[in-house]
C-alpha cells in the first residue's frame, strides 16, 4: 500500500518507520545542538578528546547514524521487489529521460559507505529510497519539501547575458537539487548527473512523481561524456568533498570545458579554510573518522580558489549561506 506523500516527502512505507524516524530526529537534534553545547568548551582542550563526555557523545552519533540507515534499509529490503518494479515503471512513465549504461564500472573511490550508509549510494538497488528518509533525519526535519536545495537553487546566478537554456547538476544525488532548479528556472533543459545509478533512478522516479520534466545521467564528474561548451550555469552541491583531493582539479577542468563562453558556475560546500576554530576541526575529524568522510579533511584544506582559477574561471564571489556551507562562484571568461 502506497502511504502517499507529505508534500513532496513520500511517507514511509509503514506508520511505525514514520515514528521511528521521528525518534531518530529528536534524537539527532539533541545530539548535535543540547548534547553538544555541555561538550563544547571540551573541543578546544586538546585532552579533550579522550573525556568520557566526547567519547559518549561520538558513541551515540555514530549508533543514532547507524541505527537510522539500518531501519531503513531492512524496511525496504523486506519488499524489495516492489520498489524495484516502481522504478522501472518510472523509466518506462517518461522514457528519454534518464541515461545509463548497465555495463558502468563505477571507480573505487566511489564505493564506499558513505555516510555509514549501508551499499553506499553504488552498490545497493534501492540507495535512493533509503537515502531519501535517512538524510530526512540528518537534516532534522529541515528540508523535508526540498527547503534547503530551493535555497541552493537561488543561489545559482544566470549568466550576466541573461541567457540560460541548460543547467547542469553535477553530483546530483536523488534530484532535489535538480527539480528545484527546473522550478525556478521552468523554460531551461535541467540535467542530473551522478556516480550513483540507484541515485539517478529514484531521482527520475521522484522527478516523475512530482511531474518535474528533468535529465537524469549516470556518470562521472571528472568525465561526464557531455558535449563542450554546452551549459550556461552549473551547480555543484557539496559534491567536492566526497571524492579524492586528485580529482578537484579534473573536476574543474571538466566544468571549465562544459561551459559555454559567460557560464557560471556555483559551488555550495564546506568552507575552505586551514584555520578553522576548534569546534569546527573537532566535528571535521569526527565526520572523517567516524561518519566515512574521508576525503572532506583535504577539501577543507584546500586552496580551492585557487583551483577554480588555475582551471581557468574567474572567482565572482567567497562567502557563508545561512546553513553552516559556503558559497563560491565563478564565471568562465576565457575560452
Not at 583551483?307 to 565563478?330: C, D, R, S
Amino acid at each position: 500500500m502506497n502511504r502517499g506523500h507529505i508534500g513532496v516527502l513520500p511517507r514511509a512505507p509503514r506508520l511505525e518507520d514514520d515514528s521511528y524516524l521521528d525518534f531518530m530526529e529528536t534524537l539527532r537534534n539533541f545530539n548535535t545542538r543540547t548534547l553538544f553545547a555541555k561538550i563544547l568548551p571540551l573541543t578546544f582542550d586538546p585532552q579533550g578528546e579522550s573525556s568520557a563526555a566526547i567519547r559518549s557523545w561520538k558513541r551515540l552519533m555514530r549508533s543514532q547514524q547507524q541505527q537510522t540507515w539500518q531501519k531503513v534499509l531492512d524496511r525496504y529490503a523486506s519488499e524489495r521487489g516492489r520498489w524495484e518494479a516502481e522504478l522501472d515503471a518510472a523509466e518506462k512513465n517518461r522514457p528519454g529521460r534518464l541515461h545509463y549504461d548497465p555495463a558502468f564500472q563505477v571507480p573505487r573511490y566511489a564505493a564506499l559507505d558513505i555516510h555509514l550508509q549501508p551499499g553506499g549510494y553504488v552498490n545497493d538497488t534501492l540507495a535512493g529510497y533509503v537515502f531519501h528518509h535517512g538524510t530526512k533525519v540528518f537534516y532534522q526535519g529541515e528540508n523535508d519539501q526540498d527547503e534547503l536545495h530551493h535555497q541552493v537553487a537561488s543561489f545559482v546566478a544566470p549568466p550576466a547575458d541573461g541567457n540560460i537554456t541548460r543547467i547542469l547538476d553535477l553530483g546530483c544525488s536523488i534530484g532535489q537539487g535538480t527539480t528545484a532548479l527546473k522550478q525556478r528556472f521552468p523554460q531551461a533543459e535541467v540535467t542530473g548527473l551522478d556516480v550513483g545509478l540507484p541515485m539517478v533512478r529514484y531521482a527520475h522516479k521522484r522527478a516523475v512523481d512530482l511531474d518535474v520534466d528533468v535529465h537524469f545521467r549516470h556518470g562521472l564528474a571528472e568525465d561526464t561524456q557531455l558535449p563542450s561548451g554546452s551549459f550556461d550555469a552549473i551547480l555543484c552541491y557539496i559534491l567536492f568533498h566526497e571524492v579524492p583531493e586528485r580529482l578537484f582539479p579534473v573536476i574543474l577542468r571538466e566544468i571549465h570545458r562544459l561551459l559555454r563562453p559567460g557560464g557560471t558556475l556555483t559551488v555550495v560546500d564546506a568552507p575552505n579554510n586551514k584555520n578553522l576554530p576548534a569546534p569546527n576541526r573537532f566535528w571535521l575529524k569526527f565526520d572523517s573518522a567516524y561518519n566515512c568522510e574521508p576525503y572532506s579533511p583535504a577539501f577543507v584544506a584546500s586552496d580551492f580558489r585557487g583551483l577554480i582559477e588555475a582551471a581557468g574561471l574567474t572567482v565572482t564571489h567567497v562567502g557563508p549561506t545561512p546553513t553552516f556551507l559556503h558559497l563560491t562562484t565563478a564565471v568562465k571568461t576565457a575560452p
